[in-house]
C-alpha cells in the first residue's frame, strides 16, 4: 500500500460476541456501517484537530519547512483541516470486509504516506480509533441490535 490510500479497519468482534445470535446479518452491516460512519468519522476528524497519533502529540515540522510554513501559512496547524487530505476522509468512505468488520479509507495518493511516515514524510498518523471512539461504537452497536434497528 505505499504511497497510495490508506485505511483502518474496524471489527465489531466484542460486541458479535456479546450479542451472538441476535438479529439478522444485513441488520448488523447496516449498523456496524452506520456507527463507524458517525464515531470513526468524528474520531478521524478529531486527530487532525488535535495533531496526535496513537502515541501523542505528531512530531515537529522539519526546521526549514516548518520556517517557511509559518510564515507562509501563520497559524496553520501541520496537518489542516481544510486540506485536501482531511477534505478527502468522508463518511462514505467506508467498504465491507467481512460480515463483522469494515474499513474506513482516505482515497488521497498520499494520505499512506502521511500516516506511515515515508518517503522523506515524517510520520503524522491519523488513521486509527480512539479507546474512547470504540466504546461509543459498541454501545451504539449493542443498541442497536436489541432495539432492533
Known sequence: MAGTKF???LEASRV???VAGLGDKALWKRALRSVVA??????IVDHF????????RWPALAEGY???KRKKYPGRPMLVLSGRLRQSFLPGNI????????????PVE??????????GVPERKFMWISRRAQDLMDK????TIIKGG
Open 7 to 9: 485505511e483502518v479497519t
Open 16 to 18: 458479535l460476541a456479546m
Open 38 to 43: 458517525i464515531f470513526g468519522f468524528k474520531d
Open 49 to 56: 484537530r488535535k495533531q496526535e497519533g496513537p502515541g501523542g
Open 66 to 68: 516548518g520556517k517557511w
Open 95 to 106: 467498504r465491507d470486509v467481512d460480515d463483522s468488520a469494515v474499513s474506513m479509507f482516505n
Open 110 to 119: 498520499y494520505s499512506g504516506k502521511h500516516d506511515r511516515g515515508e518517503d
Open 140 to 143: 451504539a452497536l449493542v443498541s
